[in-house]
């Protein structure tokens, strides 16, 4: 028996032609884009010149991330509540007696939560100091928006697609994954520097994070290989910020400067999530198209074996090679992530967590190991459950 | 009782070398010009300074400033920041400089002028002294905005669930709309759990602040024993914090140590404690009444870094009959009120001298003394300086020690210097001393909040320490 509601029974179904992505995705993704960018120079902003106000460009670019799909899909929701046809109205859900299409629910969601973090963040300047860090309690806050921002953006062009059947939008669908995938990386950034890829921690926090995006993408996507397109597009973002970001020239304005910069410090280099997107894409291209609960359970196993047993070595190796006088140039910047708030010295191109006397002594031991595998299990489940809705999403 | 806690709360718990007296003054040359400057530092770390630079000669054109640490001083410090003439004053300047680490700092003060650039130095401690709890109405506010989010979230859950992945114009089913309720039911569960995480995680960084960053001076204990029939202060400082950095003489001391009755402040000494080893000082108490006195104690570490540390003891009555000051500069007063009285006010020293208060106005106290003939005494160095000053509130909730130069320790003002000359190579000189006028005493200063005060000023005059003392309210 079905409950009453307002909705029309006798609505057609959008045809292909109709459900074609409509001319203001291509907003919705640059003001996604708009988010990790400005996040990615608000942290250069902070390495290299240290002082800032709320009105600094990177933090204007960020809230504009924010702000352009908020404010957007506020105007979709009020467009599909009071002006839209019934097709619009009947591809929309309910939410306190409005109907907008479940994406733009989100994105104003995350909006208003990045804008619940700024007076957030200000108290807690005033009340602890300028958190020089990114993980804190308002900024975890505002990731949270972010990351629902970016989330409204990709419900609402993977609605669109699974309503036309076709895979059209698909390159926007899976450049917005990809933007979630470095928001991810770029929140992870404290326990990312190559000269963690030997920790415990940065296993164990990669394998509870990763996978769940790669995967869902993997699930969620019409593409052929939708992890490892994600993984290229966070590289590819990382990449040129790594290139741009030194082309100009900066100086630190706070003391004590311990590193003199000359020039906007760029981000430490991406993770080679290719690799193990690949894998992933692999498994499940390969045993992965069908779904049930303890099929995806067992999935989800095989996907966090395969997920570390590349992801591991990969970093393990190239961390190395990140750590050597060889990544020393503009491609890979080694070290040149460094703030001026920062001795130099030989640590910025040494492993860190690896000496028994020291208080972060975390290897990656075998027990590590399978914490780490459990956490990349229970992210991949997740992943897997959240992929199979997302590929049934119709509103 | 509350607003009180949270007033509480959110008054500086000290202020490192002064009790409850944050703001810095500091009144000097730079080069050519006189400047008279006030730091009010910031009370968390990093956080920002507001600087206020008066040009006392009013020749002064453009004022910038910048922040050296003592470890890294000029060379690891920015370029200079312009400070922007105040609107309606044209010998005021004011600029605000960010400090980011704790821990002494030296603010350089560039001014430009007809006779060229003069440079002076103001030695501030940058540590975090406030605790404060999140007003009321923000919190509401606060709290409101992210329950109608979480609120809003549990319902986007069961949107999700209920009508998501439905074709277009398809109703729900009763199922989907009872799994749709699971869902949220679910869904607050996992919100729950993260906002549990999320208060977790504030809380444990709030410990770490209270803990770890929030400034604590070193634990000071004081007792009194009886040596050779005198009595004899012993001073036991604790470092919990363990900084282990070596104490450097201020004006030729290692302490200085100020002891007042509480709470009628009517009587007054200013010692000077011997070294016995790194935690304990000690020396001989003059003939003081009984009664419980507060004990403050400053010192200032080889960084610049400076604290008044606080004991509280209680002085037996003494039936010694000789008296041997541990240091020749030590001095003390005893007296319930100033003998003079009317306007000015006036305080009849031991030797015939009279000190009178000029007046206590635009963040200048100003005194002088004068002879039986009204002819201004003259006035020897002592311990370096024209005059000392102490100001305490009779809330005991203020302490401050100062000089006619201001608030700021002489000695981090020299250290810094020297290390400028050593990492450099070139000359730096900083004057801090003596001011040129000689008949009139004044101590740069704004008393921090309103309330009654009594005010010690110490002056040398024929070899005799004598002490002047006057009561003000500040409104």
């Known amino acids: 028996m079905q409950t009453a509601t307002a909705i029309p029974s006798a609505i057609p179904v959008q045809t292909a032609r109709e459900a074609v992505a409509p001319w203001y995705f291509k907003l919705l993704v640059f003001g996604a884009a708009c988010i990790p960018v400005g996040a990615l120079w608000d942290i250069s902003w902070h390495t290299t010149i240290g002082r800032d106000t709320f009105w600094t460009p990177a933090h204007i670019v960020t809230y504009m991330g924010g702000l352009i799909p908020g404010l957007f899909c506020g105007w979709l929701a009020l467009k599909t509540h009071f002006w839209g046809g019934a097709e619009e109205r009947a591809a929309a859900v309910s939410f306190w007696g409005f109907r907008a299409p479940l994406g733009a629910w989100i994105a104003i969601w995350g909006c208003f939560t990045m804008l619940l973090s700024a007076p957030f963040d200000d108290w807690w300047h005033n009340t602890y100091g300028l958190d020089v860090e990114i993980l804190s309690p308002p900024h975890a806050v505002l990731a949270l928006g972010m990351f629902h921002v970016a989330l409204g953006v990709l419900l609402l062009m993977l609605s669109v697609q699974n309503r036309s059947g076709t895979s059209d939008g698909q390159l926007l669908f899976i450049l917005t994954g990809g933007i979630m995938l470095l928001m991810a990386a770029v929140f992870l950034t404290e326990k990312s520097f190559p000269n963690q890829h030997r920790t415990a921690e940065f296993y164990k926090a990669s394998a509870l994070t990763y996978p769940l995006y790669l995967v869902t993408l993997a699930r969620a996507s019409k593409l052929r290989w939708p992890a490892t397109t994600a993984s290229a597009i966070y590289m590819g973002g990382l990449m040129l910020m790594i290139w741009i970001l030194p082309l100009f020239s900066a100086e630190p304005k706070l003391a004590p400067i311990y590193n003199p910069i000359d020039r906007m410090a760029p981000p430490a280099f991406p993770l080679l999530l290719v690799v193990p997107a690949l894998a992933i894409d692999l498994t499940v291209r390969l045993i992965g198209r069908k779904s049930g609960w303890l099929r995806d359970t067992l999935l989800a196993v095989v996907i966090a074996i395969a997920f570390l047993a590349v992801f591991v070595p990969t970093q393990w190796w190239f961390s190395k090679f990140m750590l050597s006088p060889s990544a020393d140039n503009w491609f890979f910047a080694a070290g040149d992530w460094a703030p001026y708030s920062s001795r130099p010295g030989p640590w910025i191109m040494e492993y860190w967590g690896l000496d028994p006397e020291s208080r972060r002594f975390d290897p990656l031991t075998w027990k590590q190991l399978f914490r780490a595998a459990t956490c990349a299990f229970i992210s991949a489940r997740i992943g897997l459950a959240f992929g199979a809705w997302m590929s049934r999403v119709k509103r | ?475």
Not at chain 2, 9 to 15: C, D, I, K, R, S
Not at chain 2, 263 to 269: K, Q
Not at chain 2, 273 to 287: G, K, V
Request: proline share 7%; charged share 20%.
């Open chain 2, 1 to 475: 009782m509350r607003i009180w806690l949270a007033l509480l709360l959110l008054w500086p718990l000290a202020a490192a070398a002064h009790v409850g007296s944050p703001n810095i003054y500091y009144e000097g040359s730079a080069g050519p010009y006189a400047l008279q400057v006030i730091v009010r530092p910031p009370d968390v770390i990093p956080g920002r300074a507001e600087i206020s630079v008066r040009a006392l000669d009013g020749n002064v054109q453009s004022i910038s400033v910048l922040p050296a640490r003592w470890d890294t001083g000029t060379k690891g410090a920015p370029s200079a920041d312009p400070a922007k003439p105040v609107r309606g004053d044209t010998n005021l300047f004011s600029a605000e400089l960010w400090l980011m680490n704790s821990g002494a700092y030296n603010i350089l003060i560039h001014a430009d002028g007809p006779a060229g650039r003069g440079t002076t130095v103001v030695p501030i401690n940058a540590v975090a002294t406030a605790r404060r709890v999140m007003p009321r109405g923000f919190g509401a506010i606060l709290g409101t905005w992210a329950g109608v989010l979480v609120l809003a979230l549990v319902c986007l859950v069961g949107a999700a669930v209920r009508e998501s992945v439905l074709p277009p114009g398809e109703a729900p089913t009763r199922k989907r709309t009872w799994l749709s309720r699971g869902a949220m039911v679910a869904g607050t569960f996992v919100i729950a759990a993260g906002l549990w995480g999320g208060r977790a995680w504030w809380n444990l960084v709030d410990r770490d602040y209270r803990n770890n960053r929030l400034y604590r001076a070193d634990d000071l204990k004081a007792t009194v024993t009886t040596n050779a029939a005198q009595l004899v202060l012993k001073l036991r400082r604790t470092n919990e914090r363990g900084s282990g950095r070596s104490l450097v003489p201020e004006h030729g001391k290692l302490m200085h140590a100020f002891v007042v009755r509480q709470p009628a402040l009517d009587a007054f000494a200013h010692l000077h404690p011997l070294r016995i080893d790194d935690q304990n000082f000690e020396t001989t108490l003059p003939p003081l009444p009984a009664g419980n006195y507060k004990v403050y104690a400053d010192i200032t570490h080889s960084s610049g870094l400076t604290h008044t540390l606080v004991a509280d003891v209680a002085l037996p009555a003494s039936d010694a009959t000789a008296f041997t000051k541990a240091d020749e500069d030590d001095s003390w007063v005893s007296s319930s009120s100033p003998a003079g009285s009317g306007a000015p006010k006036t305080c009849l020293l031991p030797n015939d001298f009279t000190m009178q208060q000029v007046g206590i106005e635009n963040a200048r106290m100003q005194f002088k003394v004068v002879d039986n003939d009204g002819k201004p005494a003259t006035l020897e160095p002592y311990m370096t300086m024209q005059a000392h000053a102490v100001v305490h509130s009779h809330d005991a909730t203020v302490f401050t020690h100062l000089h006619p130069f201001g608030t700021v320790s002489m000695t981090s003002q020299q250290l810094f210097a020297k290390r400028e000359r050593e990492r450099s190579d070139k000359p730096f000189e900083v004057v801090c001393g003596l001011p040129t006028r000689t008949d009139l005493i004044v101590f740069p200063y704004e008393f921090p909040k309103p309330g009654a005060y009594r005010v010690w000023v110490q002056v040398k005059i024929n070899g005799q320490i004598v002490t002047g003392f006057f009561d003000h309210v500040a409104s």
